[in-house]
């Protein structure tokens, strides 16, 4: 991989000529949003893409992400920032439309794996703002989706937490010292049929399935 030389300026700033000698680059980028998920799909996509370098991080597209800010300065002219998918680098429009500026601004160019993405014209640029609005778009419709589910099952009585963690000993006691099935899944917060499952496979010296 060739080496990142020395540059002059940060992102954002004024376009600045590429060193003597300078070979222009793919620069990949890949995120995903909790640590319960995985960017391996991204970042072989990304090496299947010829990069020759990428950065990666688990972090909101709100939050601080350093590894996205540290790719921004490392980029020089003629190079190219590859993503995934654009949602990838922002969750608002705002800050796409920021990002790709100091991409632009860099010398650089933008592309998506996924997307017909070039923003190296204006039409092309036009259409990265459009598919990153529609972007925008789906993400507020699914916010106010679950934020309506989430109403409608209070409104039901349905608590929206996380169950408690079921103590299968406390289970078999209780069960044993003459407690009903009903009143130990009152007790536990789960339903009849996990506790009698639960009770069924401990008396048989089996392990518990996990509660759902």
């Known amino acids: 991989m060739a080496p990142f030389l020395p540059r002059s300026r940060k992102p954002g700033a004024a376009n600045i000529a590429a060193p003597i000698g300078r070979t222009a680059l793919k620069l990949g980028y890949a995120r995903v949003s909790t640590l319960e998920q995985d960017t391996r799909l991204q ?3 990304l090496k299947k893409a010829g990069v020759s370098k990428y950065w990666h991080e688990k972090r909101s597209g709100v939050k601080e992400r350093p590894e996205l800010e540290d790719l921004l300065s490392s980029i020089g002219t003629g ?8 949602d990838r680098l922002a969750r608002s429009l705002q800050d796409l439309i920021r990002i790709e500026s100091l991409i632009r601004q860099a010398g650089a160019c933008l592309q998506s794996l996924t997307e017909p ?3 190296q014209t204006a039409v092309g640029r036009m259409m990265f703002q459009l598919l990153g609005a529609f972007a925008e778009f789906e993400r507020s419709l699914i916010n106010e989706r679950c934020t309506a589910g989430r109403i409608a099952a209070r ?3 349905v608590r929206c937490t996380k169950p408690r963690k079921f103590d299968y000993e406390s289970a078999l006691r209780m069960r044993n010292s003459g407690a009903s099935i009903t009143q130990i899944a009152e007790a536990h917060g789960v339903s009849f049929e996990s506790v009698k499952c639960a009770i069924y496979r401990m008396k048989r010296g089996k392990t ?3 509660m759902p």
Do not use: C, L, Q
């Open 43 to 45: 970042i072989d996509a």
């Open 79 to 86: 190079d190219v920032v590859v993503v995934y998918k654009i």
């Open 117 to 119: 993405i070039e923003t």
């Open 155 to 157: 409104a039901r009585g």
């Open 208 to 210: 518990p399935v996990a």
